[in-house]
Each structure stands twice: as C-alpha cells, then as structure tokens.
C-alpha cells in the first residue's frame, strides 16, 4: 500500500447504520471493500461482499489493510483486539466509542503499543453544515461568539416501540442520551468552539419503556466566554421533512450577527439589526444520513491513510469526549457544574 493506490477495507457489523458505511466504501476510487462480518450470516451476506461471522476469519483470508467496525459499544474492546492481534493496522471504530473511559484508554493505549491507528466515527462534525459554520466563525462573520444553542429534535422517542425498528439494542442502554447521542455535539462544538472548561447537567427518562434517559440540558463553558447549550428531547420534533438530517436546530449567536442551521441542512446569515438573511448554505438534498457525512469521514480517513493528510478523530484525541461524558453524567447526578480536567 503506497500514496495514491488503493486499500482493502473489511467491515465488521450489518446492522441498520451499516448500509452508510457500505455504499460509502462502493462510492471510492481508492477503497476496495472485500468482506463484510455479522453474527447474522444473511445481514452480512446481503451486502453482496464475501460474507462472514467470524471477524478473525475474515481478517485472515482477506487480508484488509483497514478494519472498519461498525458494531455498538460493548463488541469495540474484543473486535479492535482481535484486529491487533492480526497485525491490523489502521481502524475505523464506531462511536459512542467501547462502553466507558476506561476501557476507552486502555484500548487506545494497546493499539498505539501495536502500531495501529484508530479512528472514532464520529461523523456529524463532517456534516457540510458544521464545516461552513467553522468557516464562517473562523471569519468571524458575527463578530465575537457569545453564545450556541442545539435543539436536539428527532421525534423518534415516543411508545413502546420506540427505536425498535432501527436500533432496538437503544431501549436497554442504562446511558442513553448522552452517551449515544449527545455526544455527537460534544465533540462537534468541541470542534467549533474549542474544548469546554466546565459542564452542568440536568438529565431525564420520560420514555418508561426504555432503560436510560431520553431528554436532558447540558450547558458548556467554552474558552473566551461562549457559552454552548445542547436541549435534547428525543420525544419531541423540529420543523424538517426528514427529522434526521441535522436531527434539531441550531443558533450561534455573536456581537456582530446570527448564523442559523435549520432543519433543512441550510445555514443563513444574519447580521446585528438586520431583518434579512443571507444564505451561506442551501439546503440539502442528499437522501441518505447527515448531508452524506460518512463518506466525507471515510474519505477524509482515506486521504490520511494514503496522502499522509492530518486525520481527525484519532482515539487519544476522542477520550476528551470520553472525559467530558463521564463528567456530564456526574454533573446530573450530583446537581452541580463540573470543572473539567486539561
């Protein structure tokens, strides 16, 4: 494998985010997809790669120069172990990512002993409208940046059968909302506005047919005096035709102006005691996940494997996310702000 040849990317998992994954993989010039693995023969057969259930026999026959796995927490630890264990090099690892911070270190600790980079999924903060957002902030088009609100909305929480038909395994998790979901906004206004120095949360079920909570507030102290307000309700819905584009609303609020992300995928521009808007992105018309935000972390992970581009998300950096999730979920439980560790 050299600068401008293609690699072999195995996958691990088949269940219903996978298929984002796959046509991802179909879509590259420079990625050659060779097996896909799943304890259930057929998923993994359905996706038309030599089909597997074992992740080692798989490593083994197809020779993968990537790993791709895209399983929930508790299979990360054993399936990242066994790709070190095959002198496996390079992984891609969904997030939340394993099922606490502890096994998070350790397991980034063994694979930088073997050799191996790991990269956390974590794709929204590859969504295009987060990437114009940091452009425009880095421009400084509403001057200084005071405060950030996300209105988390996706409407898919209600009943009984709440996630059963996409994610069923979502309704036992004891850490839910944060730990699953929320987290996508910690590590993307990580990325916006830099890392926060303190978190308070206020946390809560209201669904009684799940295990965790579902609804919650976690406001952020970031540096330079922003601060960040994540309102997440998963029973409650945004004005979008499809609720899992950008799955809420946000507003980021500056001195010299508004910049807004509807439900749309669009961002707009409004300047201080303007009454007009200006479009800094339309609307988005990619039909499948997040403004097609997998591809572009998988392309991104290409390019860094391939051209020696800077990569992010690699797991040493990502524990920041795991440090700040533990501190949220102390923070609810002991009704208090956190001041977090540097």
């Known amino acids: 494998m050299s600068a401008g040849t293609g690699i072999r990317v195995a996958c691990v998992g ?3 985010f996978s298929q984002f994954h796959y046509g991802s993989w179909a879509r590259m010039d420079r990625a050659t997809p060779v097996g896909a693995c799943d304890h259930d023969a057929a998923k993994a057969g359905a996706t038309g790669l030599p089909a597997y ?5 798989m490593i083994a026959e197809q020779s993968p120069d990537l790993l791709d796995i895209i399983l929930p927490p508790a299979a990360h630890a054993d399936t990242i172990r066994t790709a070190l264990a095959h002198g496996i090099k390079w992984i891609i690892c969904q997030k939340p990512f394993c099922i606490d911070l502890d096994e998070a270190r350790a397991i980034t600790a063994e694979a930088e002993a073997a050799g191996a980079t790991i990269i956390v999924h974590e794709n929204f903060r590859f969504q295009p409208w987060y990437r114009t957002i940091r452009e425009a902030l880095d421009r400084s088009d509403i001057g200084q940046t005071l405060q950030v609100t996300f209105r988390m909305r996706p409407g898919d929480g209600q009943g009984p059968e709440a996630y059963l038909a996409r994610q069923p395994y979502f309704q036992k998790m004891e850490r839910f909302l944060v730990h699953e979901t929320a987290v996508h906004w910690v590590d993307t206004f990580r990325y916006l506005l830099g890392d926060p120095v303190s978190v308070y949360a206020d946390l809560r079920r209201i669904n009684p047919h799940i295990a965790g909570e579902d609804a919650g507030y976690i406001l952020f102290d970031h540096p330079n005096g922003v601060r960040a307000l994540y309102d997440g309700n998963r029973h409650l819905d945004h004005n979008a035709d499809n609720l899992r584009r950008t799955m809420g609303e946000a507003l980021f609020e500056g001195t010299e102006g508004t910049i807004a992300l509807h439900g749309s995928g669009a ?16 609307p988005d018309d990619w039909d499948g996940f997040g403004g097609d935000c997998v591809h572009a972390l998988q392309t991104h992970v290409v390019a860094g494997i391939l051209d020696g581009a800077p990569l992010e998300n690699l797991a040493r950096d990502y524990l920041t996310v795991e440090r700040i999730e533990t501190a949220i979920y102390d923070s609810a439980s002991r009704g208090c702000k956190l001041a977090l560790q540097t």
């Open 14 to 16: 088949a269940g219903y």
């Open 53 to 57: 259930t074992d992740p080692a026999r």
């Open 267 to 282: 961002v707009e521009l409004r300047l201080f005691g303007s009454d007009t808007a200006k479009t800094l992105l339309p």
